[in-house]
């Protein structure tokens, strides 16, 4: 008898345990997400008292901002996949800056409807999941740029070389999860929740 390979494929490996490990968690990430989202919904329309989210204005350029710093991250793993270190760093900082931008927006965002509009956490249902979702993606957002400095601080002492390629796009996942998220967040709170 013959015996048969277990893989067809012999040049089949294993994924990167760093790609593994960043998929599972943005699994995880995922399913709170999808139970904020849910709850959001969920209370659409039920606050009996207080603002509503039509004083809500829409996002755009913050919205723009993040998106975009999508396409800069990638063109920032491009750069480092072809040893184009200055062209990385440069790639790298301009995400930064736009995940920069989108948190100032929404801190923008955040002192108006408090201040102006009255409307915390506190207030009313609305309050409560509005601030919940898009405070739980402004943590991640936080988190990522957490992750993007560190990174940044170790390429400005020369320490990121091209054969962390892999590495960085690893982490880049991440980044382009919480872009993922906020297209979803953005649509529920800011489209369908108005």
């Given at each position: 008898?013959?015996?048969?390979?277990?893989?067809?494929?012999?040049?089949?490996?294993?994924?990167?345990?760093?790609?593994?490990?960043?998929?599972?968690?943005?699994?995880?990430?995922?399913?709170?997400?999808?139970?904020?989202?849910?709850?959001?919904?969920?209370?659409?329309?039920?606050?009996?008292?207080?603002?509503?989210?039509?004083?809500?204005?829409?996002?755009?350029?913050n919205t723009v901002c993040l998106l975009s710093s999508s396409i800069s991250i990638l063109f920032a793993?491009?750069?480092i996949e072809r040893g184009r270190m200055r062209s990385f760093g440069a790639w790298w900082a301009l995400t930064m800056l736009l995940g920069i931008v989108f948190l100032a927006g929404t801190t923008v965002e955040w002192k108006r409807l408090i201040y102006t509009d009255g409307l915390s956490i506190r207030t009313n249902l609305f309050g409560t999941t509005f601030y919940s979702l898009v405070g739980l993606h402004a943590t991640h957002v936080v988190v990522g740029l957490l992750m993007l400095s560190l990174v940044m601080i170790f390429t400005l002492l020369g320490r990121v070389?091209?054969?962390?390629?892999?590495?960085?796009?690893?982490?880049?996942?991440?980044w382009h999860f919480v872009d993922a998220v906020w297209?979803?967040?953005?649509?529920?709170?800011?489209?369908?929740?108005r």
């Open positions: 008898m013959s015996s048969i390979p277990i893989f067809a494929d012999e040049n089949w490996r294993l994924p990167s345990r760093g790609r593994v490990a960043m998929f599972s968690l943005i699994i995880g990430e995922s399913a709170i997400f999808t139970i904020f989202v849910v709850a959001y919904i969920y209370y659409i329309g039920r606050s009996t008292y207080g603002p509503t989210p039509q004083i809500l204005d829409v996002p755009w350029f793993e491009r750069a070389e091209q054969r962390h390629a892999e590495r960085i796009q690893v982490l880049s996942l991440y297209v979803v967040v953005f649509t529920v709170v800011y489209m369908v929740g």
